[in-house]
């Protein structure tokens, strides 16, 4: 997976590149390669993926032949996984097929149109001859499949960072400007080739300005829209990716727990998101936990750690971990997923909003969110009415879930000290709960090594570090709560 940074530019068939030895930072440009490219694209019947800006293909010639994903463009970048030609020219690779089930959700993927190009590579190297920029051009002839194909031809330039950086970028699209070439019209040469058969954007509600409905809608919207965008990380067990859709899953409950008398009907949709987020949970626990240790072992004298307790600390959470991603993937191949997929969609396109939307933002936001840290307090006041021990521990984790609720509730309407406010509660609280779990799972393997006749020492020490961890949080939380309330 790599991330692919390039401006895209229309140009007329009689354009003459210009001169780019003088770009600065450029040492000098290298001689032209030459390239004939043939790529066929697949999607569903319905085009799906290029509906949402995603192509797949599979591209003969040049230096980079191979199947092809690209994702949707995100910051300026788009995020790019090749594999190697398969044998087989019209069925999908099964993994690639995976990364797009959230788009495709089940469907078929098949050929949906052919690009034959005719490229022309201008290579800007810099010092020690770094490749920085390429520029591509590119005379392309374009094919719809189907039962009465379609063609159409044109020429376009692609400059995109290899390794240098977005001003050489920058410098390089201002020359190509200059000469007559302009910002392209098309995200790719996909939607170019297929022009109005690709389905028209779905019509979205547009609350009023400066509505309590607009934030909202917003804030939602861009939740699904992350989430959508961590799937395809997710199923390749990307850094930080199931920590990111875990919490796209956490912000979409908040908000429509807490926005309930703006956007209503949406009980089913945050019980999916609750299945959902567990699903996820497994694996990022253990990912969490596995770190975890791995520091508290690596922290202790080395006379204290036995090799039997680290193997159980670090391989056998990593086997564990694997067999959660495993579960993930099934679940993210189903239909109840795809089912909370079309859910979602539809949510955001067209969220049942009730009248209390139309109020104005600035007004109406910030009583919501005074309404939410309420919660939090009276969450607290009920924790130190409750009994020490299991009790206490029980109703101190309510207190971090109403701090979470609060924090996501300000976020969404934009209020960053409420926001900050319920952070530092969750965050101390946090600490505590980490403490506990650890605990608990320092117990079911002490006693499985225990079954097997191993040492358990290592398990003991390290569990006295998290009972304290655990305790100063305790200790602390008076002081925070103190310091956020005064």
């Known amino acids: 997976m790599a ?55 599979r591209r003969r010639g040049g230096d980079d032949e191979g199947w092809h994903l690209k994702l949707p463009k995100a910051a300026g970048a788009r995020e790019e996984i090749t594999r190697p030609l398969t044998r087989s ?65 044109w020429r376009e330039v692609e400059a995109e960072i290899k390794e240098g950086d977005s001003e050489i970028l920058k410098k390089v699209g201002k020359r190509l400007r200059k000469a007559g070439a302009v910002p392209a019209a098309s995200g790719s040469k996909l939607a170019r080739v297929l022009g109005d058969r690709l389905p028209a954007p779905r019509p979205a509600t547009r609350p009023e300005p400066g509505s309590v409905g607009e934030v909202v809608v917003g804030y939602l919207r861009a939740q699904v829209a992350a989430l959508a965008a961590q799937d395809p990380r997710v199923r390749l067990a990307g850094e930080d990716a199931v920590h990111q859709a875990r919490v796209a899953c956490r912000r979409l409950r908040s908000a429509l727990k807490a926005f309930k008398r703006i956007v209503v009907e949406t009980e089913s949709v945050q019980e999916e998101l609750k299945w959902l987020g567990e699903v996820l949970g497994e694996a990022r626990d253990l990912e969490v936990i596995r770190a975890r240790f791995a520091a ?24 564990r971990e694997h067999e959660a991603y495993d579960r993930i993937r099934a679940a993210l191949g189903g239909e109840r997923y795809f089912a909370l997929l079309d859910a979602l969609d539809a949510l955001a ?90 605990q608990d799972t320092l117990l079911e393997e002490a006693g499985r090594a225990r079954e097997a006749g191993e040492d358990t020492f290592t398990y003991g020490v390290v569990a006295g570090v998290e009972s304290a961890e655990a305790a100063r949080a305790h200790e602390e939380f008076p002081a925070v709560w103190a310091s956020v309330t005064g």
């Open 89 to 153: 020219a019209k069925t999908v690779p099964a993994e690639l097929a995976s990364l797009v089930l959230a788009y495709t959700r089940g469907a078929p993927l098949a050929p949906v149109a052919q690009l034959e190009t005719r490229r022309s590579i201008a290579l800007l190297l810099g010092p020690g001859d770094v490749p920085l920029v390429e520029v591509a051009d590119d005379r392309v002839k374009g094919t719809v499949l189907g039962d009465e194909p379609v063609v159409r031809r």
């Open 349 to 438: 396109a067209d969220p049942p909003l009730t009248a209390a939307a139309g109020k104005d933002a600035g007004k109406a936001l910030p009583k919501i969110v005074d309404r939410n840290w309420r919660r939090v307090a009276d969450a607290y006041d009920a924790a130190r009415r409750a009994e020490e021990g299991e009790e206490r521990e029980t109703a101190m984790h309510e207190v971090r879930k109403a701090a979470k609720r609060a924090r996501y509730t300000a976020e969404a309407a934009g209020l960053s000290g409420p926001a900050k406010r319920a952070k530092e509660v969750q965050k101390v609280l946090g600490r505590h709960q980490d403490g506990v779990v650890a």
């Open 296 to 319: 508290r072992l690596d922290a202790l004298d080395p006379r204290l750690v036995t090799g039997e307790a680290r193997r159980r600390l670090g391989d056998d959470l990593l086997a």
């Open 3 to 57: 991330l692919e940074i390039e401006d895209k530019f229309d140009v007329q068939d009689d354009f003459t590149l210009p001169d780019l030895g003088g770009v600065p930072g450029c040492a000098r440009v290298a001689e032209p390669l030459s390239h004939r490219l043939t790529a066929v694209y697949f999607d569903t019947a319905d085009l799906r993926l290029a509906a949402r800006g995603v192509t797949l293909r």
